[in-house]
């Protein structure tokens, strides 16, 4: 295997991501729970004006799990910083994201994001890093919740210096169980939801800037013929379509996510969620219906199954 100099896997998986402060208020988890389209469809949706508004009295909106991305953002701008990790960040996708709920987040509040380099992999075309981020309230020292984050680095693969591939994982590579789907099995329950031609310009008002997702130039150059939506977003959709049909509106039953990112997703094009269960999981794929294509699938863990099921 061809050795990429521009690596040093030591000094990528010793490297300790700065001490990260994040502050949010309500307006901030109702332009998120807008942007993963919340009441889209209807305003006065029961399940989910909760997301927006005070409804029926009480003292605070209720936060989406999949918010928990959103404080991940702070970290991924030091990627590029890291010692030893040589890539072109214009080749490099988002992968995968796994989270794990600890606690149901405030409407408010500061906390503070601690990261680590949890995995670092040789596929030989390409690198795959796994970026953890533990959440912690600011005032009481607790955790709130984990992301971790998949990347993979197009081209910066084959910096293995000798036989088998480099790969380094902080965790049993059974921590994070496998997506399987049996084909021509019929989902327990079928959502579909359309996007916006303006989703993504929506979206990236939580933090996420990346031109690809609104620059006609920029995503063009990718590849793309216009910009494409955000994969965090289209993850927002498929579990807040799972909260919806499977726990019955309550977003608090969410013990954790997983998505893994199949193919781009045009704003406007509507979103199809299956889903499946599987003792305390669901397990879902998205599609997109103008194309009949795959673009989400993982799962949800909850705390256990509505009692209306």
């Not at 918010?67 to 990627?79: E, H, S």
């Not at 796994?98 to 409407?107: L, N």
């Not at 608090?252 to 499946?276: A, C, D, Q, S």
Request: hydrophobic fraction near 35%; include cysteine.
């Amino acid at each position: 295997m061809a050795e990429n100099s521009g690596f040093d896997p030591g000094k990528i998986i010793s490297y300790k991501f700065p001490e990260v402060k994040f502050a949010y208020d309500e307006r901030d988890v109702a332009l998120y729970a807008l942007g993963i389209g919340a009441c889209r469809g209807n305003a006065l949706d029961e399940k989910e004006l909760k997301y927006v508004y005070h409804e029926n009295g009480q003292p605070y909106i209720q936060v989406l799990p999949t918010f928990a991305a959103i404080f991940t953002l702070g970290n991924m701008g030091y990627v590029k910083q890291i010692p030893g990790l040589e890539f072109d960040p214009r080749l490099l996708l988002h992968g995968q994201q796994y989270i794990e709920i600890y606690k149901p987040f405030p409407t408010s509040g500061c906390i503070l994001n601690r990261g680590t380099i949890a995995g670092l992999h040789d596929k030989g075309k390409a690198a795959v890093v796994e970026i953890e981020t533990t959440s912690y309230e600011k005032d009481s020292g607790q955790p709130l919740c984990m992301n971790r984050t998949t990347i993979y680095l197009r081209g910066a693969g084959g910096f293995t210096k000798s036989s088998p591939p480099y790969s380094f994982s902080k965790y049993p590579a059974n921590q994070i169980l496998p997506v399987k789907i049996t084909k021509g099995q019929q989902p327990f329950a079928v959502y579909e939801d359309c996007t916006q031609e303006s989703q993504a310009l929506l979206y990236r008002l939580s933090g996420d800037y990346n031109p690809l997702h609104s620059d006609p130039m920029v995503a063009e150059t990718a590849g793309f013929s216009r910009p494409i939506l955000h994969g965090l977003c289209t993850l927002g959709f498929a579990v807040r379509a799972v909260i919806k049909c499977i726990c019955n509106g309550d977003p608090t039953k969410v013990k954790n996510i997983l998505g893994r990112f199949l193919l781009h997703v045009y704003p406007g094009e509507t979103l199809i969620t299956e889903m499946w269960l599987e003792d305390s999981r669901v397990l879902y794929q998205t599609k997109v219906k103008e194309r009949n294509r795959a673009v989400l699938m993982g799962y949800v863990t909850l705390k256990h199954i509505a009692s209306s099921l």
